[in-house]
């Protein structure tokens, strides 16, 4: 299962973004969704997830400025984000644990990442 990210771009501090995650088929169950980043010379880390139940939990860097989305039928998670900060700079991943029915292999995928530009 492959996923595909988008949505990333330059935008000033104070402005919002919104990243969008599409798996590669629709025949998957997907159990836990999250998006991730990693900013130039430091380790990846994790913004935001969403559990199959709809349970979501967020970096204290992001709360009360990002909300993390899913779509069950469409198999898509998305990233909103608002009062974007310059630190907020970082290449954006999003990352599915499942599994595929149609070879009920279990699948954890990441995405190829989408940057984010925030300037001050």
């Known amino acids: 299962v492959q996923l595909q990210a988008s949505g990333g771009g330059s935008v000033q501090a104070g402005g919002s973004l919104r990243l969008s995650c599409a798996a590669s088929?629709?025949?998957?169950?997907?159990?836990?969704m999250a998006w991730y980043r990693q900013a130039a010379g430091k380790q990846r880390e994790v913004v935001a997830r969403?559990?199959?139940?709809?349970?979501?939990d967020y970096a204290n860097s992001v709360k009360d400025r990002f909300t993390i989305s899913r779509d069950n039928v469409k198999k898509m998670v998305f990233l909103q984000m608002e009062t974007l900060k310059p630190e907020d700079t970082a290449v954006y991943y999003c990352?599915?644990?499942?599994?595929?029915?149609?070879?009920?292999?279990?699948?954890?995928?990441w995405g190829q990442g989408t940057l984010v530009t925030v300037s001050s």
């Open positions: 969403v559990g199959g139940a709809g349970g979501t």
């Open positions: 088929s629709t025949m998957i169950f997907v159990n836990n």
């Open positions: 990352n599915a644990d499942g599994v595929d029915l149609r070879t009920t292999q279990r699948f954890n995928s």
